[in-house]
């Protein structure tokens, strides 16, 4: 696994957690893989938690959905590539 880190942004409007370490993540739909750095496994797991609960209704308010698109134009920007193999 290629262990350099990337120098990414973290925007002001984050709030989650951000990792020490990335790691290689699958697809859940293709099983097609991407190594992703700390702040990007960091911002996946954010646009997937956004996801999931934006679809179950349970956070559905318009900031949720805010922070979910901005999420997903935040990897548009700073890794495409990870976000056609992940999220698009």
């Known amino acids: 696994m290629n262990t350099k880190i990337k120098e990414q942004p973290v925007p002001e409007w984050f709030n989650g957690q951000i990792y020490d370490k990335g790691d290689i993540v699958a697809n859940r739909f293709t099983g097609e893989e991407i190594e ?6 960091s911002m996946y797991d954010f646009v997937m938690g956004a996801s999931i609960t934006v679809e179950m209704g349970m956070f559905n308010t318009p900031q949720h959905v805010k922070d979910l698109r ?7 920007k700073y890794n495409p590539e990870a976000y056609m193999v992940l999220l698009d």
């Open 70 to 76: 901005a999420g997903l134009q935040w990897f548009m």
């Open 36 to 41: 992703l750095n700390n702040v990007e496994l």
